[in-house]
Structure formats: C-alpha cells, structure tokens
T-cell receptor
Framework: AQTVTQSQPEMSVQEAETVTLSCTYD???????LFWYKQPPSRQMILVIRQEAYKQQNATENRFSVNFQKAAKSFSLKISDSQLGDTAMYFCAFMKRQGGSEKLVFGKGTKLTVNP | GAVVSQHPSRVICKSGTSVKIECRSL??????MFWYRQFPKKSLMLMAT?????????EQGVEKDKFLINHASLTLSTLTVTSAHPEDSSFYIC????????????FGPGTRLTVL
C-alpha cells in the first residue's frame, strides 16, 4: 500500500529565509504523480506544486520548488524568500491509480510558521 | 481557473436531522469529485469518490446509508448526512478532479458541520 510520510510535524522560518519540508513515500509503481498542497488558517486547500514521476526535472512554481529523488522516494518542498502568507499546513500527496480509480494519499502534514 | 465552491460553509443542526452539502466546479466540468472529512489538526480522510452519472465509490468503513452522495451533473455533487449525530460533527471538504491528465484535485473551501 502506498504511504506518504512527513517527518516534520512543525517548522518555523524567518521571513525572507528559505525552508525545506520533507516528504517520503512508498510505492511499487513506476509512474505516478506527486503534489504539495497548502492549507492556510482559512482551511482552503491550495495546490502549490505538482511533479510527474517520469520527469527527471524538478518542478518549480515561482518561490516554490521541489527536490524529487525517485530512487530514494523523496519529494521535498523548498520555499524561498518566505513570506508571512506562507504560514499554513503543508500536505504532501501521492496520486494512486487503482482499477480505473484515482485517489490522493496524503501525509499527516507539516505546520509551517513564518515569523516576522 | 479551476475554482470549486462549497455550500454551506457552516451548518448547525439538531441530532436526527439530515444535512445536504453542495460542491460545484465553477469554471470546468468535473466528471469525478471527491469527498473528504478532516478532523482537527489532522490530515484529510477520503470518504468517497463520486463519478457523474454513476454510483459513488465509498472507502472502507464509511457508511453508504449515512453519507449519501449524488453527482447528477458535470458541475455538481452533493453529500447528504442522514440522521446526523454529534459524532458526525466535522469539517467536510470536496474536491474536483482537474482536466490536465495529471489527476490533480482542486478543493472547495469546506463545510463545518456541527450536530447538537
């Protein structure tokens, strides 16, 4: 069964600095998709970044980038120039396809606080 | 683009009554929608997958007769909590599958259900 592990329950960073959130996953599939979602205090889940497993190039979205290590089954999120609005829960997710259905499997989340 | 709305945002009901929550994809058609439940400070738990025009697929342990799901159109799915009890109090979130082929999901803002 696919599992997603986020080993950092909480992290904090100073405004304008860089922080990296870790995520590892377990799967026997060779082709899959990985995502990072952000859930701010409003509780609206927001897609931050996505990565296709067959693409070696790491995905980047403005200040957000990933370090995708397929062999190590690692998918960390780097936030550069952290802003106060980045304060949120961050969930790593794995897209599981099974029998024609698709499911997102979420990690337990990392609570990130950006301090002024 | 890819906006999902959810209504109501908050609902309080008496024990034994039924509550309907609507999930709409506003600017795209969603053949597949998902319903999640989120407990305080926890990750999202998938309850069911809703496909337009067919019966929903429920996750193990989710009562089909208590959580009725209808996906009658390409932009609307509803979740009805029947004969609600205090233990059904939770934050319910819907999502709609995007159209990019990567399987990303776009989430509604959630509904806070309180059963007295």
């Amino acid at each position: 069964a696919q599992t997603v592990t986020q080993s950092q329950p909480e992290m904090s960073v100073q405004e304008a600095e860089t922080v990296t959130l870790s995520c590892t996953y377990d799967t026997s599939e060779s082709n899959y998709y990985l995502f990072w979602y952000k859930q701010p205090p409003s509780r609206q889940m927001i897609l931050v970044i996505r990565q296709e497993a067959y693409k070696q190039q790491n995905a980047t979205e403005n200040r957000f980038s990933v370090n995708f290590q397929k062999a190590a089954k690692s998918f960390s999120l780097k936030i550069s120039d952290s802003q106060l609005g980045d304060t949120a829960m961050y969930f790593c997710a794995f897209m599981k396809r099974q029998g024609g259905s698709e499911k997102l499997v979420f990690g337990k989340g990392t609570k990130l606080t950006v301090n002024p | 683009g890819a906006v999902v709305s959810q209504h109501p945002s908050r609902v309080i009901c008496k024990s034994g009554t039924s509550v309907k929550i609507e999930c709409r994809s506003l600017d795209f058609q969603a053949t597949t929608m998902f319903w999640y439940r989120q407990f305080p400070k926890k990750s999202l738990m998938l309850m069911a997958t809703s496909n337009e025009g067919s019966k929903a697929t429920y996750e193990q342990g989710v009562e089909k007769d208590k959580f009725l799901i209808n996906h009658a159109s390409l932009t609307l799915s509803t979740l009805t909590v029947t004969s609600a009890h205090p233990e059904d109090s939770s934050f319910y979130i819907c999502s709609a599958r995007g159209t990019s082929g990567m399987g990303e999901q776009f989430f509604g803002p959630g509904t806070r259900l309180t059963v007295l």
